[in-house]
């Protein structure tokens, strides 16, 4: 498995009125410090970037042997919605462009729809339209679970299914897996679809062992269904987010070798 950092453990640093970390400074942080060998980077963190400046984001990401592999749009999109799904289409536009600019090999997004028949259809001709966008980019087209119409895995797994083709995948998390009270049928199911997941974290006892909820279900859950690809470790606790994004990679080194012997 590949491990790569989610720009997202350092949210608090990159944005709001106490910025104290340039986003451009992330590659070399998440290479040398962390040791890690990519980035999934929320789009919203490029709010008015001028294409010069992405690409410039994407040299250094190159340079410091960290590249960007997944940009994900953080709010859900009403791809349910006769009246808003047109400005979600064009949103996801904005975003997979930003992706492809970026390098990345992948681009995600939730979902805003009630699980019904009538929001199934209207989503799935929604995303046949995203996918048009997603294949001329070259990109993978990732759902990311949502409350709604996205919620169990058999409703990711159905609009796969449904919209077909060889760039749909999904985008699952650690701890909304484990909110489900079943972390690993989750993974199971979810993880052969996914080129790129979220290794969330929330807590960790002092020992190093992961306290919210057990990380190593979910770990074993990825080696049950033999997932080789990318986890995207995301820190969420409230600690110090370098050392919450350090106990995350050696966990899950622990956890992922423990298994395979």
Request: aromatic share 6%.
């Given at each position: 498995?590949?491990?790569?950092l989610?720009?997202s453990?350092?949210?608090?640093?990159?944005?709001?009125?106490?910025?104290?970390?340039?986003l451009?400074?992330?590659?070399?942080?998440?290479?040398?410090?962390?040791?890690?060998?990519?980035?999934?980077?929320?789009?919203?963190?490029?709010?008015?970037?001028?294409?010069?400046?992405?690409?410039?984001?994407?040299?250094?990401?190159?340079?410091?042997?960290?590249?960007?592999?997944?940009?994900?749009?953080?709010?859900?999109?009403?791809?349910?919605?006769?009246?808003?799904?047109?400005?979600?289409?064009?949103?996801?536009?904005?975003?997979?462009?930003?992706?492809e600019?970026?390098?990345?090999?992948s681009?995600?997004?939730?979902?805003k729809?009630?699980?019904?028949?009538?929001?199934?259809?209207?989503?799935?001709?929604?995303?046949?339209?995203?996918?048009?966008?997603?294949?001329?980019?070259?990109?993978?087209m990732?759902i990311?679970?949502a409350?709604?119409?996205?919620?169990?895995?058999?409703?990711?797994?159905?609009?796969?299914?449904?919209?077909?083709?060889f760039?749909?995948?999904?985008?699952?998390?650690?701890?909304?897996?484990?909110?489900?009270?079943?972390?690993?049928?989750?993974?199971?199911?979810?993880?052969?679809?996914?080129?790129v997941?979220?290794?969330?974290?929330?807590?960790?006892?002092?020992?190093?062992?992961?306290?919210?909820?057990?990380?190593?279900?979910?770990?074993?859950?990825l080696?049950?269904?033999?997932?080789?690809?990318?986890?995207?470790?995301?820190?969420?606790?409230?600690?110090?987010?370098?050392?919450?994004?350090?106990?995350?990679r050696?966990?899950?080194?622990?956890?992922?070798?423990?298994?395979?012997?």
């Amino acid at each position: 498995m590949l491990l790569i950092l989610s720009a997202s453990s350092f949210r608090s640093q990159l944005t709001g009125r106490h910025v104290s970390l340039d986003l451009l400074d992330l590659p070399r942080i998440a290479h040398e410090e962390l040791e890690l060998h990519g980035l999934a980077i929320p789009a919203d963190f490029l709010k008015g970037w001028s294409a010069a400046k992405i690409e410039e984001l994407r040299r250094g990401a190159d340079k410091a042997a960290c590249p960007a592999l997944l940009l994900h749009e953080p709010d859900l999109q009403p791809l349910g919605s006769p009246s808003y799904s047109p400005g979600a289409i064009d949103r996801l536009r904005r975003v997979f462009q930003a992706a492809e600019r970026l390098g990345c090999s992948s681009a995600g997004f939730g979902i805003k729809a009630q699980d019904n028949d009538t929001d199934f259809e209207r989503v799935v001709e929604s995303l046949k339209k995203v996918m048009e966008i997603a294949e001329r980019l070259g990109l993978n087209m990732l759902i990311q679970p949502a409350a709604g119409l996205t919620e169990t895995p058999d409703r990711v797994t159905e609009l796969i299914k449904r919209v077909g083709g060889f760039r749909i995948g999904s985008l699952p998390d650690f701890e909304a897996a484990a909110a489900t009270g079943d972390p690993a049928h989750y993974l199971r199911r979810l993880a052969p679809y996914a080129p790129v997941l979220f290794g969330s974290t929330v807590e960790f006892f002092k020992k190093g062992t992961h306290k919210a909820f057990d990380l190593g279900a979910c770990a074993g859950a990825l080696l049950e269904v033999g997932y080789d690809a990318t986890v995207a470790i995301e820190y969420r606790g409230d600690d110090d987010i370098k050392q919450g994004v350090a106990q995350t990679r050696d966990e899950l080194r622990r956890l992922i070798e423990e298994g395979k012997g």
